[in-house]
């Protein structure tokens, strides 16, 4: 048998080494966290939305998204879901195709394949730092601080560096770079915005159901409806992880990239204008801040009409159809410029990665070096919110695992 090596025990490593060991290779998987699965743990939660039954390659961002497309079809959602029955974990599937192992613990996940792990050969070793991998007589060298071990193949399963909390490193773009390979600038995704203006940080706690759209050079590129929240150093919430993909990546390429908040969706804007008129025509000798605020948060009430350059005393039956009109105007597409994300620190991914132009999608092996091989976010695929980046971790680790057992 073979000796292999898997950097990395997260999703991606943890699903190749199953798959490996079952396909007969001799498999010693590095972590260097204390223990295996540390992302998933904190993923969804703590609940863990462990996959998407219906993940497309339009569900996926990066140079070359259609990479992706052999991993998902090999894995369609019937084969993880019999995949996790083999581990004892049943699974939730919700209406959106959103999907949390029946516990509703994140724990329960990484149970399962630690039990799983446990009935093979598989050799785990945790709180091991992989320093570089490097090659010689055609065999792989992995590094740690007690010298170095051989191994006939190696799949770099290190992920991202998003959340370095969670052990996160940038390491296994070095360790691809060291072997030629090229690595798109990585970016924080899924992440909360950055805003420059006077009013954010005066409503931070405030949540609201908002559209928000995602503006690039002034072109609105994204529409998303979702809770959105305020915060001291922006603008955070579903709709905010939703648009950020686009966003981090604008940012990266120097593009100018504005929010547009429309605090009342479910009004329509062409006559959001005249129902303002009745209401103050219900309530003319109210000031501006009383009379709105019936409808919008206290806290948010002032800055907006500050925005706007109303005076919150201004009697609403004194004001003319073209100050209704901008009113009406800012309450739905009030603009704020985004100067950066909340960075790596507080991103569930990270776009950008290794170049998939340089890897086989049908194996997971490099094209530029027989023998070592790539599964998970530690590519240049990222995923939506909502299940799809462990999808395509679990995916690309078991199509990692069989090649690494060839
Ligand atoms: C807070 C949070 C919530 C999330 N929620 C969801 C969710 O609900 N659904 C979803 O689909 N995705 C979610 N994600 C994203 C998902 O966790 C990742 O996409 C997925 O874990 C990627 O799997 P991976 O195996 O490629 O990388 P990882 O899971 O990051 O695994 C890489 C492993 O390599 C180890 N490592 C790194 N460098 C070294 C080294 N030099 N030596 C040894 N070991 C090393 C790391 O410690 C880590 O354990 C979430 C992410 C975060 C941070």
């Known amino acids: ?86 581990l004892g974990l049943l699974l939730d599937v919700k209406e959106d195709g959103r999907c949390y192992p029946l516990s509703n613990e994140a724990k329960s996940v990484v149970m399962a394949f630690e039990e799983a792990l446990t009935q093979t050969p598989v050799k785990i070793i945790t709180h091991k730092h992989v320093k570089a991998i490097t090659t010689e007589n055609e065999h792989f060298c992995v590094h740690t601080d007690d010298g170095f071990e051989t191994y006939y193949k190696v799949l770099i399963a290190t992920g991202s560096q998003a959340a370095p909390q969670l052990g996160a490193t940038a390491d296994g773009y070095s360790f691809a770079q060291h072997f030629g390979h090229t690595v798109a600038t990585p970016y924080p995704s899924l992440v909360q915005l950055h805003l420059e203006s006077e009013f954010h940080e005066k409503m931070a706690g405030v949540k609201v159901m908002a559209e928000v759209t995602l503006y690039l050079n002034g072109k609105p590129e994204e529409k998303v409806l ?42 329509n804007r062409q006559t959001l204008a005249s129902q303002l008129e009745k209401l103050f025509q219900a309530v003319p000798t109210h000031d501006l801040e009383h009379a709105l605020s019936g409808m919008l948060s206290t806290k948010i009430v002032p800055q907006l009409l500050k925005s706007a350059k109303l005076d919150t005393k201004t009697k609403v039956q004194t004001l003319n159809t073209k100050q209704i009109k901008k009113l009406a105007h800012q309450l739905q597409d009030w603009r704020f410029e985004v100067t950066e994300t909340h960075g790596f620190k507080h991103a569930e991914v990270s776009g950008g990665g290794v170049s998939t132009a340089e890897v086989n999608e049908k194996s997971m092996e490099s094209k530029l070096l027989k023998g070592l091989y790539f599964a998970g976010e530690v590519l240049d695929i990222v995923g939506k919110r909502g299940g799809y980046n462990f999808n395509f971790a679990w995916a690309s680790g078991m199509i990692a695992g069989k090649g690494l057992s060839h």
């Open 226 to 267: 979702g809770d959105t929240l305020f915060t001291r150093y922006g603008i955070s919430g579903l709709s905010i992880l939703d648009l950020s993909q686009r966003a981090s990546e604008a940012l990266t390429n120097y593009q100018a990239v504005s929010v547009g908040v429309n605090l009342l969706p479910s009004f």
């Open 1 to 86: 048998m073979k000796k292999v090596a898997i950097i990395g025990g997260g999703a991606a490593g943890l699903m190749a080494a199953l798959t490996a060991v079952k396909s007969g290779a001799d498999v010693t998987l590095y972590e260097h966290n204390k223990s295996v699965g540390k992302k998933i743990l904190a993923s969804g939660n703590g609940r863990c939305n462990i996959i998407n039954t219906t993940a497309f390659v339009t569900d996926y961002f990066g140079a070359d998204p259609s990479f992706a497309a052999f991993a998902l079809e090999s894995m369609p959602f019937k084969v993880f879901e019999k995949f996790a029955l083999s």
